[in-house]
């Protein structure tokens, strides 16, 4: 399997940016925790125009984000891995186990508590974190890897962006649904004229995403919807409209929205009785989700996929690298504590509890990834 130029960039921004989010990480956590902690949080609460700062980083920010993530699978789908059936059969059944196995983890430890909602939570891979961490084993893990994780991960937030729509909607406002469906027809209509300025369908996003934040539907599906109707009709030899936008926002993806949002959601204070949290019922679920639901869910499902004949194990790879892979998965990081939010947004405290778990379990799957992955890479030297 042959790694395209996309994807040596993707790998080689990915693996820098996830040293900038593990230092954000690392300092947001020192902030919160020193004399500097209750001044940071003022500055997240603090009203800049209609929102708070908070809200325009987790709702204005992030549909950025699912701008490049909708780019991405958008491409996959039209001229990349998920293009081809055979291809695409195996990350998307692996995406299916791995979103399936630990949703349901998860809710084994929290039916009938109060924290069931959060059943979307260990769901979630970053992709960021986890191509970050596989780049950094370079040659020592088969290229065909790679490519299996980033279009697994693809996948998964393509699951993630179903869930957030579908399951964490509370009220829809159906004038403004009825609007954000007016600028979806009209980005369609560019796309089918074939309008290959950005600056047209950026315009419309800034309004989609405006009917779609009072729509009752949170705001960065936005990003999605205007990923999908961004051209690609193009010749081989020219680079598309989609391809364009997603080589501009990787640089600020990865290196300024990701980071900003590390710093503003990892703000953890750590308390009395938080490490007791990780053994509770909530932090079973998240933590089994993530560090086990993952690479139990990932690896059963693509059994069952290759013995079928739908699939086959990536070139050059084995059942040690899919496990490896698996672990590298449960990286819910950023994108588990975007959901975390959405879950109990009401409840600062369970949101705390979740963020520590989701950090654990995080730390725990990438540690272990890195090692099963680096056991092959010497043992296939």
Partial sequence: MKLTQYFKNFFHSSQSSGVILIACVIFSLMIANSSMGDDFQN???????AYSVSVWINDGLMAIFFLLVGLEI??????????????ASLPIVAALGGMVVPALIYMLFTHNTPYENGWGIPMATDIAFSLAIISLLGKSVPASIKVFLAALAIVDDLGAILVIAIFYT???????????????????LLNYFNVKKHIFYLILGGFLWYFMHHSGIHATIAGVLLAFTIPTNESETDISPLEKLEHHLHTPVN????????????????????????FSNFGFGIIGGLALGKVLGINLFSLIAIKSGLSS??????????????????????????????????DITLQDEAKFAILIASVLSGFIGYSILRFMGRKRG
């Fill in 313 to 346: 194990l990536p070139f050059k790879s084995n059942w040690g690298h899919m496990i490896g892979t698996g672990f590298l998965a449960g990286i819910g990081f950023t994108m588990s504590i975007f959901i975390a939010l959405l879950s109990f947004k009401n």
């Fill in 74 to 87: 958008k491409r996959e789908i039209v001229e990349g891995e998920l293009s081809n059936v055979r291809n």
């Fill in 255 to 278: 290196f300024i929205i990701m980071p900003i949002f590390a710093l503003a959601n990892t703000n953890i204070l750590f308390k009395a009785g938080m490490v007791d949290g990780l």
């Fill in 170 to 188: 509370e009220q829809l406002h159906w004038n403004y649904l009825f609007l954000s469906g007016g600028v979806v027809a009209l980005l369609g």
């Fill in 43 to 49: 500055l997240l609460d603090h009203q800049l125009g």
